[in-house]
């Protein structure tokens, strides 16, 4: 048997040289001639060279509005997928008590929650709002070609990937190994005033004199300069090097040991120094992505590199924000059409929210790029604007901070506002509900934003009146957010609704809305606040906002201008899919997160006792299910562009209901939506019947 399968072999092997010969004899003239194989590469060269420019040109170097605004977009999906990578960690560590995922380093802990907060609110939701939809539609929805300084945009784009790539960089740090030497075991001996028998010799002996300084001057600890090259000097035997500063020794023993601290530093090159190797993880350490000081604000908390790079992304990201709102209001101001110029009212209701939101930006992003100026002064430039010690204030930097971080919030919070107000009248053929009533909405949001940044600030130290004014504004902000509520649900009224993907966001947009804002107003009331701060009621209540809402509303903006972003219609089912798994997982990670900071869990702790397993195995699943929605979102995407249906029609944003045809087209969807809704009705015979045999206690009225 051996044998035969031996011969089989011999003989698959000789019918292959034979194949071999064959074609190497009938084709070797066109495959293997010279000439051929370098026309054929140079082809190839060609073809390559061509396609690389075609990239470098349509997605590196363009300057045109749309182009720029899809390269926010992939970005942000790119930055998207790698803070929720974060966030499974995060998950990870938290889903049991004792989780081994960072295996007890609390740091690296640390260190992933700073990551995900600054990834998530700085270059995620903040590009896709105003680098994406923004950079899209404004020129359009003013009447310009292009934006008023299109190569300026082109640079704001890219510096963001400069910023991602800064604070990913924190992931690769590792602990810091230095050398150094101990200042104090390099003093004169002569200089300390605990020796007092060495002192005492120089009460009496002459300063110069040899004898006295020899030992010093031939210790390889001594202060005294060491010459480079040899001096030729007649006396030198009784020349000792002694700077003429350093003569007068019973001034120099009471100088302060912060001079020969100086005085050491100058003397480096020329003297001898004791080595030591220590090890420490201070450059790892974070303060979180609120840079709380003094820990932001002093190398002795967190040293130098981790908290430095986070704090070069902001800045970053700050000067990206600044380019792109400033590039977008002089858009406005200088492009618009003769018509907008003076009637903001005829713009539509996203561009309203986004130069709205772009007003606030240029209030607020100065005060975060000088608060972490100030921060990086502090803790490389020996100023003390947030050291106590020195006359400065720690709570100074969270007023600034907050300053910046709660506008910060309605500046993300009502561009989504006006996602919405578009798909509403849209999907359901009428116009919206009072729209001068929305806009003042919208503005008396943004206007009390401004005031309310202290109730982050209730257990810092403030006095009862500005806790009780901070809080009264806060509540107060209810009233612009029921205004809009009210209005869309009254806009949902005697519509003609066409269900897609878009509207079905909008009600699970609104649920989101609603449970955050619900849960913000126990946040407002100093009392309550103080029983849930810093504990994962915030972490919930924040990412409901953000996380539910914001993103919901990005979502189904994504779906509501698809047509118009990329020429084709979205896949309804996987659009379909995804919200509903968005929807289940996020309440399912963040509901069980109010029970647990009820029970006063902080945040930012990695492990916690075993009675509170349950709620975060819940909240862990949960997060697994929404990333399920995320792999539908991108198969969504994916199946649009394999299949690429023609989009039949492109909003841009602008329903305009009130025109004749459109009118006509309304009451067209109304009768057929009506005449649905009769099939389902018996009519009257049925009825008699039902109500003489089963329902006789009722009087029938016809």
């Keep these: ?383 003390t604007f947030f050291d106590f010690v020195y006359g400065g204030d720690n709570v100074l930097f969270q007023h600034l901070f907050w300053f910046f971080g709660h506008p910060e919030v309605y500046v993300l919070i009502i561009p989504s506002f006006g996602i919405v107000n578009m798909i509403i009248p849209y999907s359901n053929t009428r116009r919206v509900a009072s729209k001068h009533h929305l806009v003042w909405a919208i503005y008396m949001m943004a206007y009390l934003g401004f005031l309310v940044w202290g109730h982050h600030m209730y257990l810092v130290g403030l006095d009862h009146r500005s806790r009780a004014l901070f809080s009264t504004l806060t509540v107060m902000i209810a009233l612009p957010a029921t205004v809009k509520i009210v209005n869309w649900t009254l806009s949902l009224l005697n519509g003609a609704l066409k269900w897609d993907a878009a509207i079905f966001g909008v009600f699970v947009y609104l649920t989101f809305f609603l449970s955050g804002g619900l849960t913000g107003m126990w946040l407002s009331h100093v009392c309550l606040n103080i029983s849930t701060h810093d504990s994962f009621y915030v972490v919930a209540h924040f990412h409901l906002m953000f996380s539910g809402t914001v993103m919901t509303a990005i979502f189904i903006g994504i779906y509501y201008y698809f047509p118009a972003l990329f020429g084709i219609k979205y896949s309804r089912i996987f659009a379909y899919l995804h919200l509903i798994y968005f929807f289940g997982g996020q309440w399912m990670t963040f509901l069980p997160l109010f029970w647990v900071g009820y029970a006063g869990l902080p945040r930012r702790v990695h492990d916690y006792p075993i009675v509170f397993m349950g709620w975060h195995g819940m909240s862990s699943v949960g997060h697994f299910i929404t990333l399920v929605s995320i792999i539908f979102f991108f198969c969504m995407l994916l199946d649009s562009h394999i299949e690429r249906r023609v989009a039949t029609y492109s909003t841009l944003g602008i329903p305009r209901w009130h025109k004749r045809i459109n009118y006509y087209i309304f009451k067209i969807r109304y009768l057929q939506i009506t005449s649905k809704k009769l099939i389902n009705i018996p009519n009257s015979k049925i009825r008699k019947y039902l109500t003489n045999n089963y329902f006789n206690d009722y009087e029938l009225y016809e």
């Design 1 to 383: 048997m051996l044998r035969i399968t031996f011969v089989k072999c011999l003989m698959d092997f000789k019918n292959l040289i034979v194949d071999l010969s064959y074609y190497y004899i009938n084709f070797q003239q066109e495959f293997y001639s010279k000439e051929m194989l370098l026309t054929k590469f140079f082809r190839w060269c060609k073809q390559f060279n061509d396609r690389r420019k075609y990239i470098l040109k349509k997605y590196v170097y363009t300057i045109n509005h749309k182009r720029i605004a899809l390269n926010y977009l992939y970005f942000s999906m790119w930055t998207g997928l790698s803070g929720a990578a974060l966030a499974t960690m995060i998950r990870l560590e938290l889903a049991y008590p004792g989780s081994h995922f960072f295996k007890g380093d609390s740091l690296r802990y640390l260190s992933v929650i700073t990551a995900h907060g600054l990834i998530m609110v700085f270059l995620v939701v903040v590009p896709i709002l105003f680098g994406g939809f923004a950079n899209f539609f404004i020129p359009y929805h003013v009447g310009s070609k292009d934006v008023a300084f299109p190569r300026l945009n082109s640079i704001g784009f890219w510096l963001l990937p400069a910023s991602f790539l800064a604070v990913a960089k924190t992931a690769f740090i590792r602990q810091q190994f230095w050398h150094f030497y101990d200042k104090t075991a390099f003093y004169f001996p002569l200089f300390d005033k605990t020796l007092k028998r060495i002192n005492q010799q120089f009460k009496q002996e002459d300063i110069f004199s040899h004898n006295i300084l020899k030992k010093f001057i031939q210790d390889e600890h001594s202060f005294f300069y060491k010459p480079r090259k040899k001096i030729n000097i007649s006396n030198y035997e009784i020349f000792s090097f002694i700077p003429l500063k350093f003569l007068f020794w019973s001034n120099i023993i009471s100088y302060p040991e912060n001079f020969w601290y100086i005085a050491n530093r100058v003397s480096n090159m020329r003297r001898k120094k004791i080595y030591v190797t220590k090890c420490s993880n201070r450059t790892l350490t974070l303060s979180g992505w609120t840079f709380i000081t003094p820990y932001s604000s002093n190398i002795k908390y967190t040293g130098i590199g981790g908290q430095d790079i986070i704090i070069f992304a902001v800045i970053l990201t700050g000067i990206t924000t600044s380019i792109s709102f400033t590039n977008l209001l002089i858009t406005r101001r200088t492009l618009s059409m003769p018509g907008l110029r003076n009637r903001r009212i005829l713009l539509p209701f996203i561009t309203i929210a986004l130069f709205l939101t772009m007003r606030m930006l240029t209030l607020i992003t100065p005060v975060l790029a000088a608060a972490m100026i100030m921060l990086l002064l502090d803790r490389h430039w020996q100023t």
